[in-house]
């Protein structure tokens, strides 16, 4: 949403799944929690994250889901309407040159430990030493579905070595393993009049099925009402996939192209999915130990289907 002045939070996309769907009254509901402001008690759990997620779009209009991580401060609101990131992606990671592109971001501040979550999204600006302040024109929380609980037991300070990133058009054998292990990752969406995304997806080990080597599919469950993502993927059939290997620090950032998948029979052969969503590779960067964090898996989420 770029016009904050407009009483109706969604944009045609997002109405359009909801409608579909069945949830249009419940969605407006809930769509009330979105401000245009950030709240003291959202500013307090901002400033303790040491990792940050964004979504931001490239040149050609390609969603990419980015990490960011720092010492607790590194993110927070300096004002209502402001936050400042002062943190450097990893090597390989589009993201600074994707904002300097198309100022639309979307960030979502998690924390594994509580399983709490919150989202803004809005225009950004990348200042000469790289650091971004976020125009904050949506801000909200959401519910804590389908987060495994994890507690970070070790911060590897060096560097990732940048020699080591590597682009594929395809899935190579690693990125199959690691994807088809995955509990979590990150999408990133958008419709590029209304703004960027990102969101956070879980399921059970090898929810995300590598249908081949370029194409994934992962249920999409009952979430919030909103359909913010898939509203977007309605509208701007694209998409970008964070996977972090929480034990070694491996990240694999994707685009492609992302479609609904509305058939129930297809969806009826997973369990607990209302839809599917499938995506198709076009770019993959992937990025050995190019998180500092090493994570140890607590608990799974209770509401894995």
């Not at 109405?15 to 979105?34: C, K, L, N, P």
């Not at 690691?178 to 995304?197: C, K, S, V, Y």
Request: aromatic share 8%; glycine share 8%; proline share 8%.
């Amino acid at each position: 949403m770029t016009d904050d002045d407009r009483d109706e939070p969604f944009h045609a996309g997002e109405i359009a799944v909801q409608d579909r769907v069945g949830v249009r009254a419940g969605a407006t509901r809930i769509g009330r929690s979105i401000d245009a402001e950030i709240a003291p008690a959202a500013a307090h759990f901002l400033v303790q994250r040491y990792t940050l997620y964004l979504g931001t779009l490239d040149a050609v209009g390609r969603p990419w889901a980015s990490q960011l991580f720092g010492p607790p401060g590194f993110v927070g609101a300096v004002d209502a309407r402001t936050v400042r990131i002062d943190a450097a992606p990893a090597p390989g990671d589009p993201l600074l040159e994707n904002l300097r592109a198309d100022p639309h971001v979307g960030m979502l501040a998690i924390d594994l430990v509580t399983r709490r979550r919150f989202r803004v999204n809005g225009t950004a600006a990348v200042g000469t030493d790289g650091t971004i302040l976020v125009t904050v024109a949506q801000a909200y929380g959401n519910c804590p579905k389908y987060i495994q609980r994890r507690e970070p037991v070790e911060v590897r300070p060096a560097p990732p070595d940048p020699t080591r990133v590597a682009r594929h058009r395809s899935l190579p054998t690693m990125a199959r393993a690691q994807i088809e292990r995955a509990d979590t990752f990150f999408l990133a969406t958008a419709n590029p009049t209304d703004g960027a995304d990102v969101s956070h997806r879980g399921g059970r080990p090898g929810f995300v099925e590598v249908a081949s080597d370029t194409r994934l599919v992962w249920p999409d469950y009952q979430g919030n009402m909103m359909f913010m993502s898939l509203g977007n993927v309605a509208v701007h059939p694209f998409a970008g996939l964070l996977f972090v290997d929480f034990e070694t620090g491996d990240v694999l950032q994707l685009t492609g192209r992302a479609a609904i998948d509305w058939d129930a029979t297809h969806a009826a052969t997973v369990p607990g999915a209302e839809r599917l969503v499938t995506f198709d590779v076009d770019e993959m960067i992937a990025a050995p130990a190019a998180s500092p964090l090493r994570w140890r898996l607590v608990e799974a989420s209770p509401t894995n289907p």
